[in-house]
């Protein structure tokens, strides 16, 4: 649905100088007013403010300010358009049981119309400030999905001093959290790069400090535990696998050893 409905707004955005002519006899008006925030400060459409007297600036022609009016209610038609997709999509993202893959919903398709944004006429009607406006929002979006999906995982690592056989039994939650984690999500797919390799070290920095200081600590001191011993080197490339959509899943990593 994104990827259509960008498709004919940004094609639709190419047509924009023809857009204000039409305008000119048919005055295009957005159905409910848009919100502020949904443009950057400078680009929001305001009404023309009367000349301050004594300006040294000399004051517009009616002719330029009346096509400037035009061309400020079509980006307000255009932010309308893209304000109703994101409500679609809003709707969507609450239909799925699974809070961590709703975020993750919500992150690609608004990265998606960010990125779309920027590679056409759109970024000159929304303006950059829009684009880094919403881009952030992708990137809370992105946040909250790691709190979701990996703050079970994060939360089996003890933070303080434990006796050794609690150790054990955390260190059989970690294993067995991850494991979970990494199957569920291994088909998961994030198609933006750059926020594939954010995501991937936000999930890194959750877990891997924390667990590095417990497998010091208590690594040694396991060889009798019937559980799986991952070493963080070993965690970290089972994170550097996430949100390529493989669908490869392996049940211990390369190094890992049963003690």
């Known amino acids: ?27 295009i ?5 848009i919100p ?43 932010a309308w358009l893209i304000l109703s997709l994101l409500c679609k999509l809003d709707e969507k993202a609450a239909a799925y049981r699974d809070v961590g893959l709703s975020y993750l919903f919500l992150a690609n398709n608004l990265q998606y119309i960010v990125n779309k944004v920027r590679s056409c ?13 919403h881009a952030a929002k992708a990137r809370q979006h992105a946040a909250g999905y790691d709190r979701a999906a990996w703050g079970r995982v994060a939360a089996t690592i003890p933070t303080g001093n434990v006796s050794a056989g609690e150790a054990r039994g955390r ?5 067995a959290a991850l494991e979970e984690a990494c199957a569920a999500e291994s088909g998961w797919v994030v198609a933006d790069a750059a926020m594939r390799e954010e995501m991937r070290a936000n999930v890194r920095r959750m877990i891997l400090p924390a667990y590095r200081g417990f497998y010091t600590r ?7 535990a019937a559980a799986v011993l991952l070493s963080p080197d070993d965690v970290g490339n089972r994170v550097g696998e996430l949100f390529s959509g493989s669908g490869s899943h392996r049940t211990k990593a390369s190094s890992s050893r049963t003690v």
């Open 218 to 224: 208590w690594g040694a001191a396991m060889e009798d």
């Open 36 to 78: 502020a925030f949904f443009f950057g400060t400078s680009q929001a459409p305001t009404e023309q403010q009367p000349a301050v007297s004594g300006s040294s600036s000399p004051p517009a022609s009616s002719s330029s300010s009346s096509e400037g009016s035009r061309r400020s209610a079509i980006a307000a038609r255009f």
């Open 121 to 133: 006429r759109l970024r000159e009607l929304l303006g950059e400030e829009w684009a880094t406006r």
């Open 1 to 27: 649905m994104t990827r259509y409905a960008m498709n004919y707004i940004s094609l639709l955005a190419d047509y924009q100088s023809a857009l204000v002519k039409i305008s000119a006899d048919f005055p």
């Open 171 to 175: 260190m059989r939650a970690f294993n």
């Open 29 to 33: 008006h957005t159905p409910t007013p």
